[in-house]
């Protein structure tokens, strides 16, 4: 599924008039998509940048903010690596190297790939244009601000020299600095693809299948995106104004599963022995693993002489809460005390915990 949307250049008599194309693709990798549960996806964002045949230049993009769908996250799992700055950031991290030997820096942080085409020089003409160069995209971990990294490593054979660009993503949005290219040169295509479809090197293709999930809440996905376009001097510094652009609202068609909650509880904490008349506390751990939210939840302590009664409330799927419920003893005796967590319309789900009472 995807969407294409045009931007125009704003403002100054020194941009080009430029236009672009911002599309998203994603589907689900096996399966289906659910209202609630994320579930992940194929994923694939590309900007493209042009001007009309009559501009003799185009400007190069500085900075993209992609600003996605609801419920759409980047969510790297537990076992996926990080890949520090020091091994695949800017310089002095050599940045000459072909991908093989980057990916062996951190094979097991790849996530994804992609390709770009770009205007050297912002030269306007069919022959100037470079469409070699491609990416990597490895998992960054997060920042101090809790943000997703992506660390992005662009190589172009025919320049035998590479760039690194940073991606961020955050509560539904990207956002990419694009460093100064050589001889200021402008993008003409950002093209990510997450875990990958490069069918010309699968062995590119990222380690984790989940890094993106998505839920399809309302039957549609809707975003836009904006860029900052803009020249540099050698220095990397602005040497013109710069033309902000953004996209109208995009729309595209998804479908998405009721699904079903689910009921979990694992590990009564507490005393294994206690006195006949007394209170104690347990904690005990709650889990919805299905795909939709479980609500009114109720845990209930029973058994021969044991009673006690806690609150839930609503569990979104995935969610793990950890409940605690005050349970008196009244017989003296070996006791089978069972924890049971109660939704509505779903079973419930029960551990034992056999508890001595003196």
């Known amino acids: 599924m ?42 694939r964002v590309e900007v493209e940048v042009s001007a009309p045949d009559s501009s003799p230049n185009v400007l190069p993009t500085k900075y993209i903010k992609a600003h996605f769908p609801k419920g759409m996250e980047f969510n790297p799992a537990p076992g996926t690596a990080i890949c520090p700055e020091a091994m695949v950031g800017p310089p002095p991290v050599n940045l000459t190297i072909p991908p093989e030997q980057m990916i062996a820096r951190c094979p097991d942080a790849l996530v994804g790939n992609g390709k770009a085409s770009l205007f050297l020089a912002q030269n306007n003409e069919p022959g100037a244009l470079l469409n070699d160069p491609v ?27 590479g760039l690194y660009e940073e991606a961020i993503f955050k509560d539904g949005v990207m956002e990419v600095a694009i460093p100064q290219i050589t001889g200021d040169s402008s993008t003409s295509i950002f093209d990510l ?13 990222g380690v984790d299948p989940g890094y993106v999930r998505t839920t399809c809440a309302t ?23 710069e033309a902000l652009v953004r996209t109208p609202d995009f729309t595209t068609v998804c479908e998405g599963e009721v699904g079903k909650a689910r009921a979990s509880v694992t590990g009564a904490r507490g005393p294994g022995s206690v006195k006949k008349g007394t209170g104690s506390t347990f904690r005990v751990t709650v889990k919805n693993p299905g795909t939709a939210t479980a609500r009114g939840g109720k845990l209930s302590v029973s058994g021969r002489g044991v009673s006690g009664r806690s609150s839930i409330g609503s569990m979104k799927p995935g969610a793990s809460r950890v409940v605690k419920v005050k349970a008196k003893f009244k017989r003296a005796g070996k006791v089978k005390a069972s924890f049971k967590a109660a939704f509505k319309g779903i079973p419930a789900a029960v551990s034992v915990k056999r508890i001595k009472v003196t």
């Not at 990416?135 to 172009?156: C, H, P, Q, T, W």
């Not at 990397?236 to 104004?241: I, Q, V």
């Open 219 to 241: 039957g549609t996905w809707s975003g836009f995106a904006e860029l900052t376009l803009g020249s540099r001097n050698t220095a990397g510094e602005a040497s013109g104004p």
């Open 193 to 205: 693809n997450i875990p990958g479809t490069n069918t010309e090197h699968p062995e590119w293709n």
């Open 135 to 161: 990416l990597l995209a490895f998992n960054g971990g997060e920042n101090k601000d809790g943000e997703v990294v992506l660390r992005i490593y662009a190589y172009s054979k025919a320049g035998g020299t």
């Open 2 to 43: 995807f969407a294409a949307v045009m931007l125009a250049a704003a403002g100054t008599s020194s941009a080009a008039d430029e236009t672009a194309t911002a599309t998203l693709s994603m589907s689900p990798r096996s399966g289906t998509l659910y209202k609630e549960a994320p579930r992940p996806v194929n994923w």
